[in-house]
């Protein structure tokens, strides 16, 4: 196996989503850190670079610099990943797959629909690939899900039910916590609640089932006083064929940690899956008995054993889920033979943009029904 | 304890839900079924009373008929158990509270609003009572989650998720299945899921947290291809004071029994609760591990345990919450000295069948937000 | 259905067994409770059958004159349930069957095998029948289990595994607390966890799979300072055949009310189930996904279905169990074409009398192997 | 952070635990792999060094040319992970103890008790350190009840219950199956389930209490006919102290993955865990609701957020528990100020061996309680 270069913009000291993807890159050993600008304060970029065993040459401030100076090394990085605010993603994208550096992007893929925009013009240039981290969809046993509801386990698809329950939101945010300020600031967000996890929940809804959306009706909340994003989100969708998808999306639900579940109903079965224990998958045809389907199980299908790295019983969790999606990433760099249809890019970056603005857009006419 | 002499309207051989009530009646043995018109036709309603131990003279036919030569014997029925389908509820209702004979009627109250407004009105003219069955309010941690919203566990409510969830109509009814085919009728049942399900969804949405509805929208679905009333529903509630309701009901949701969930989240705190593993209530508070309260347990309030029969980790199930009902219906009926707080009458009734009218006008009228 | 007259020693004011034989003697309407000595003192029996409805001239004070007086009318009790502490049951068992009443008795048959032995010597001569109420029999799905296992779908059994927890005997005894003083009275309950609740996991894990045992080994503890009977024990089981079984009873493991579990191990696939959440049992090919098979569900087999009342998804719990036992008598007694093979009577007493035996002799003898 | 040198013995193609040292080597980045004997065939180890990226130069065939190599080159390996197959870990061990580099070794620590000792005496001529894999210590919930027992949370202890389910080898083992072969091959393993699975369990029930053990008594069994090793084990611990502990292990038990359990029963509360939902602990006070501590969640100890990576309600799993061995190993090779009490070492290691040895001891002397 080819083990590549990676450079990362942002997941700076107290960052949060920075370090999971530096786990996620080494779990199955296909990439090693070498580069970084690690934040934009040039003091904090350069501590955080040496924690990380960055040498000082490589340690950056300005992410345009980075991309410049990596492209321009015999031992520049194959890939960047980019791990900071939402509003962020698409200038940085826009500079590495200009220097011809692969980019793995935290979702959402931008904050604005103008951002998604020019990243993808942008991205005509290059010959370099963007790969989108809806870490999700990692998980075996969503894998497990998408290969049954292709195969015709569950008949014609008719409801699809999304939620994904926080309650990290359910009081004023704390000025202290920056994971709380930055995502609850429209302008470096894009988006509250919707843009922070219903663009996951959305996801996974279409990757699962393959389902593409007519229409959506929204209502964005903002459940708790003075928040000026929302915090609480209803969306309906319309999907071609006549299903029907709901998706519900909350940071105030006190009790939910990161409670993600899928429901997907057919005319002859049903899948159920919950991500805070996600090595298992309920599947349960019409007048029969529920069945546990496990990871690594016999029950389970190829396409999640080519995920799964372990035997049954011994738990995988979030960070496996989310090193899959950096392993397919370095196979599909790398060329691997073996095609990844799984993995995620500028399309799937611009619908999960194009989704937020809709529910926005929706919202604000009284939940009128939109196309993205 | 005083013990009632009962009557049963419905109910007769090959029906459901007339067994149930029977059961009900007799678990705490607070009433004697001593009479009935179990079936409109004369063979069947004789059969069923010998069946059920009903002495000839007093099974009949005919509910006016009965209703009069109960009300006439010395040793008459005290109440009358009204089992029927949805759309006689009202008529014989007002043939036995004009009798004066006290009516415990299973939900919803009537099949249509005037039938509801109709009965109201001739109930004036009683001095009977009359009690409405939404038996899941009979159980124990369902009293439990009441009492601690009312002692402002949870704080001020934010957001209810009430959901009921079946898959029995997953197919086209089956036109030798009596429960299915009258369910689907509209002329019989006023409505379909939402008639049968939503209302109690709705009821114990209300039960629990005692908000009262502003404003609902409700989208009504017919998943199944060539059914008559809507299989699917979902429903926005504005409740006064600024909380939020949502309800999901469906009978097409394969792999749900009787899947009937409520999940109550307040600015401090939240509930949570299963009807199919019912003697657990899961209550959070910000920041705290999750509780696991249960019945018969020192962490059960008094309103739980004065509907208690047994201890923790014995489980009580649907047919005791049921009983509960009878149990206070009894009291009510005896004048016992304890104010059943709990009991519902004609005005909780009326808010059901207004509830399902304003689901239906709503749907029609794209889904806008209709009052009561 | 013919309906039977019932009468009742012990279960006055204060008890609480009583009560739960009442309620399920009512559930199905089979019995009808018209005597009773419900307690020794003449004061308590005579209020107790007050409230309980029982007419004052069949109030009793003394179980002998109550069997003789009761056998004289022509109205007299078809049956009576034996309800006190456990070393009543056998006098009292005795002079009904003299009187040629039927008997239904609490577990476990009697306090000390003498009395076993007495009692069944003492029904040789009578033609009424004695019935044992180890209740957990009755649910629908024990019965499944039983049904699976003897249908071979398990394969040869090789494991089984029971255990009953409770914590309620976590402190030294309340004195006030009558339950927990009869029941750690060696005299008068002739045994400490074993007898109360071992008795129960012993019988059940012989009903589902029919083992017979070869011999055991037992230690028995008492974990609280000062309690003189056992509330911790650990048996191992050689059954025939040469499965093994192993029960853990405990009434000091915190965090456990009633938490009664059966595991069957066989050759080809298992059984779990757990008293709390009855309505569920979990069966597992090997090398397949665990089924989930439900009670009432189409995949409920036709000895479960025969117990079950109301439809999947509605659940049933500890009283319809119950009330499952009292049915099956009442059908024995009316001489019902329906052989109720699940019926448990003096045979099976005595083995619950002799396995309690069989404990203690082998826990005095350092855990030996004894045969029952 | 120092970044470490790792070599590993064993682990080539086709092994399982060596992949998943590799995986738990790489989480944290504190050890690059640069060295290794995967396979005793030298055809096998290069191809196996060749895929993992070892350079040729520092593959070997032979663990004691490596172990002297290694130790004379400047770059040397700082530490070697040991993942044969149990009966070659003490010489192994042995040879790099006395090369000066540091043991990572996979349990039990030996094979034999011979082995054991052998291996103690040898390390006391060595400065480098020996350090134990037992992987479940690792997890965070485990941590945190550990610390709650040592905090006295639970009062005195009364009852250990560790259980450890399989039903891999339910069947009679395939001879391809290379994990099957040589655990069921006394030569290789030096004992069944017992040293498989059984030394976890006991190491883990120590590990959270603290409990030192004065005798046992053991049952070992071959379920399946013709395994030369035991495939089920029970086990009776007397405590220092007046403790009891239980441990069942079995890889017959259909429908059980790698299930393992611990409660623990103290005189004021319990804690019980499940290793494959492992990020939940619930914790009871004698007369309170039962809490779900969640890890990562506010109610976790300082001692569970020392080894947890990310937020509650995204799963960690088995890599990451046994990725904290790892790093607290590097902590403590590195010389790092934070004292690792959790570390394993020579004593644990020698205690699991002599725990199976005297399991074996006891369960052919009829189960007789004997010394460790």
Known sequence: MTRLKLGMVGGGQGAFIGGVHRIAARIDGRFDLVAGAFASDAARAHASAAELGVAPDRSYADFREMAKAEAAREDGIDAVSIVTPNHLHGPIAEAF????IHVICDKPMTATLEQANALIKAAEGSNAS?????????????????????????GDIRIVQAQYLQDWLSEPADPDNKQATWRTDPAQAGGGAIGDIGTHAYNLAGFVTGLKTKVLSATLSSVVAGRSVDDDARVSLQYEGGATGHIWVS???????????????GAKASLYWEQENPNVLRFTKLGEAPQLITRGSGAAHPA???????????????????????????DAISGSAEAHSAVLGLKDGLEGVKFVDACQRSSTESSSWVTL
Chains 1, 2, 3, 4 share one sequence.
């Open 97 to 100: 797959l200009a220097a011809g």
């Open 130 to 154: 963007f790969f989108l981290t809806h870490n999700y969809t990692g998980y075996p046993m969503i894998r497990q899900a998408r290969q049954m509801v292709a195969n015709g386990d569950l």
């Open 251 to 265: 940071q105030v639900a006190i009790g939910n940690e990161n409670n993600l579940t899928l429901a997907v109903y």
């Open 304 to 330: 999640a054993e080519a995920v799964t790295r372990i035997p049954a019983g011994h738990p995988e969790g979030y960070l496996e889920a989310f090193a899959t999606l950096y392993h397919e990433a370095a």
